[in-house]
C-alpha cells in the first residue's frame, strides 16, 4: 500500500499512494449541494458543501466520513486538492480542484476543464509535469433532466461528445493523469422516491422537469439513461491510451441500480438524500464513495455495475496485492508488464 518505490512512469503502473493531486469535475453532485444540511431545511440545498463530496471531499478524516479523496489520503497524507467547507468553485479556500458548478451539463465541462487546468499551471505547490494526478468526472443528471424537451440537444450522442472533448482537453494539457469517470445515475428512481412524498415531488418538479412530465414513462426515462451510460462506455475505447501518462477509467457502479435505498420496512431511505430528495446527504455521499472505491481497485471486465446503496455492511475492498494499481485498461488485461517494485 507504499508509494511505488520510483515514481511510475506508465499510468497503468499507478498506486493509489502514488497519487499526489486530486480534482473534479460536474455538477452539484459533485459540488456536494444540501450535503450537510438540516433533514427540514430545503433552502439548505442551495448550500454547497464542497467539503462532503463523495468523489474529492476533505472534511474530517476517513474514518469520520468516508470520500474518496479521504480513502487516497489514508495511503499519502500529503494529498493536495481536496476542498473542505462550503463555498462556490470560485473560492480558492474552499473549494480547491473542485470545478465543479451546480446546474452544469456535460457541455459545461470543457470549460471546467479549461478552468481546473489553469488552477493547476497558476499555483506554486503543483508541479504539472512531475505529481500524478486524478481528476474525477461525474456529470449526465442535468442534461438528463432537460431530454425529454431537448431530445436532439442533450442526446446520448452529445453526451459522450462532450465528455470527450473534455477529456481531451486534460490529455492536451495534464501529464500523469488518470480520469475517474463515475458512470451516469439512472433517474428513473426519483420517481420510486417521489411516491405519496408531496414536498419531494413538487421540488423535483423544479429540479427535474423530466422527472415530471407524464407522458415520458419511467421505463422511457430509464432506456434513456441506459443511452447515456452505454454511449459513454465508447470513450473507453482506447482513443485516451495512446501515451503511457494518461487514461480514462469508467466507473461503472450506477450501471444497473435503478431503485433508491430502502429502509428496513421497505420504504426508500430519506436519510442518503438532502432535504429535496434528490441530491445526496453527507450519509448519501459516504455510500457512494465506498462503492466507487471499490469500483476503482476492481479490474475492468469484472467491475461491479450495481452499487449497494441499502447494505453499507461490506468492506472497503483493498488493491489486489498481485496487481496493485488503479485498475486501467491495460493492467487489467495484464497486468505483468506494469508490475514496479
Sequence with gaps: MKKSKKSPTSVHSLRPADV???????????????????????????????????GIGGDKSMDEHLTLANILRKFNPNLFGYSTGTGSANVWKTAKLNAAIPGAESSDLVGQ????????????????????KLVHIFIGGNDMCDWCD???????????????????????NLPKTIVVLTGMLDLSLLRKIDKGKYFCDALHTFECPCEQESKFSDQSIS????KYMNTEQELQ?????????????????????????????GEPDLTFFAPDCFHFSAYGHAVVAKNLWNNIVQPIGSKSRKANLTDISGPLQCPDKACPFIRTTKNSADCAPYMTP
Design 113 to 132: 476543464a479549461n478552468d481546473l487546468i489553469r488552477r493547476m499551471k497558476d499555483h506554486p505547490e503543483i508541479d504539472i509535469k512531475n505529481q500524478w
Design 237 to 265: 475505447d482506447g482513443r485516451f491510451d495512446t501515451s503511457d501518462d494518461f487514461t480514462l477509467v469508467i466507473q461503472p457502479l450506477f450501471e444497473e441500480v435503478n431503485e433508491p435505498p430502502y429502509t428496513p420496512d
Design 223 to 226: 432506456d434513456e439513461c441506459k
Design 20 to 54: 499526489e493531486v486530486i480534482a473534479a469535475l460536474g455538477d452539484s453532485l459533485t459540488a456536494a449541494n444540501g450535503a450537510g444540511a438540516n433533514p427540514n431545511d430545503a433552502v439548505a440545498v442551495l448550500i454547497q458543501y464542497r467539503g462532503l463530496a463523495f
Design 150 to 172: 431537448y431530445p436532439d440537444v442533450v442526446s446520448a450522442e452529445h453526451f459522450r461528445d462532450n465528455i470527450g472533448k473534455a477529456v481531451q482537453i486534460l490529455k492536451d
